[in-house]
């Protein structure tokens, strides 16, 4: 009975580390959030172990479902606390990420968001991190992408009350897309909302060039379904949450136009990028449940290439710093930086990462994938 209880406790022995994952695998953003898990296990069954001071530590990782939740994140966050972690990674959510921040702070943890794109992240504290662009890039690089590609000059935003990152993007896609000359309509819907055949349906009234709508990978689902039996024929335009199978599954088969910023194409030939690709396909086709936490498929999604590069700057940062205390990885952070499929890793005075570029790709339609479209700067 002791024995199961220490183990309960999650206490670990001197040559082990644990890195906190802290992710949802439910709600909303569920699946999303199990494929940037799924990125740092294959980094960690890659390079289990890192030395510091001339001794091996095995790298254990805690995985807690945050449940996509604003409310319950903190509790997700104060269990990889009292579970003896020494950093943490995630999440795939900014809301859930600022949520738990103040766990994280006042424990001394350091953390580095994988795919928390919203500036409130970082800002105001010196314990987050973060390995992606921001949303302010984010939606600039899609209104430029509006006008550029679709000659947009009307656009209809759709968000949901409530999110940071859905009403963040929003902003900042609508700042960037009036300074560009456009027009743009807004509207919002509630937590719960299922039909939004009436929104699309005001796009359309608005005599809208594109829709631009950054939601859950859930409400994607069904605007994109909504969509395509309403007839819509203007393009739907959305931000990294839309990297997902869930969406690639949904627009199968439509007429419709879906594209997505994003951190990473599979279609990458880079000799990292292509070495990556292959080798994650292959880990995920040897293992069922992984392939399922997938989506079904072996198609990596960019959020999976961003868990295995925060992955291995954490390792970077715990080497840097020379000791598996907290404090010395939080110390060591600001200054470590790492080569990884993504790109070049380094932090800002303000802990964000410095990207330049997101990739954008569209769903082909005829068989569910994704198709390259450009590298996208900002004007």
Known sequence: ?????LTGCGKTGGDTIKIGVFEPSSGDNGAGGK????????ANSQVPTVEIGGKTYKVELQIVDNESSNDKAPTAAQTLVSG??????????SGVSIAASDVFGKAGLPAIGISCTNP?????NEHYFRICYLDP??????????????????????????????????????????????TVVEESFQEGNSDFTAFLQNAVNANADVIFS??????????IGQASKQGITMPLLAGDTWDSSVILEAAKGSSLTVAVSTFFDEGDKSAAGSKFVTEFKAWLNKNADKKTNNGGNNIVAAVSALGYDAYFTALEAIKKAGSADSAAILK?????????????I????????????????????????????????VK
């Open 1 to 5: 009975m002791g024995a199961l209880l």
């Open 35 to 42: 494929q940037e898990v799924l990125g740092v296990q294959f």
């Open 84 to 93: 003896g972690c020494k950093l943490v990674l995630g999440s795939y959510g």
């Open 120 to 124: 409130q992240v970082t800002l105001g």
């Open 137 to 182: 890039f984010q939606g600039t690089v899609l209104a430029n992408y509006a006008v550029d590609q679709f000659a947009a000059k009307t656009a209809y935003v759709l968000t949901k009350l409530g999110d940071d990152y859905s009403v963040g993007l929003g902003k900042y896609f609508k700042e960037a897309f009036e300074k560009l000359g456009g």
């Open 214 to 223: 950054p939601t859950s990978t859930e409400a994607a689902s069904l605007i």
């Open 332 to 344: 060591a952070l600001p200054s470590t930086t790492y080569t990884g499929v993504t790109g070049e």
């Open 346 to 377: 380094m932090f800002d005075d303000n802990g964000d990462a410095i990207r330049s570029v997101a990739f954008i790709k569209s769903v082909n339609t005829a068989d569910g994938t994704w198709k390259f479209e450009a590298i996208q700067d």
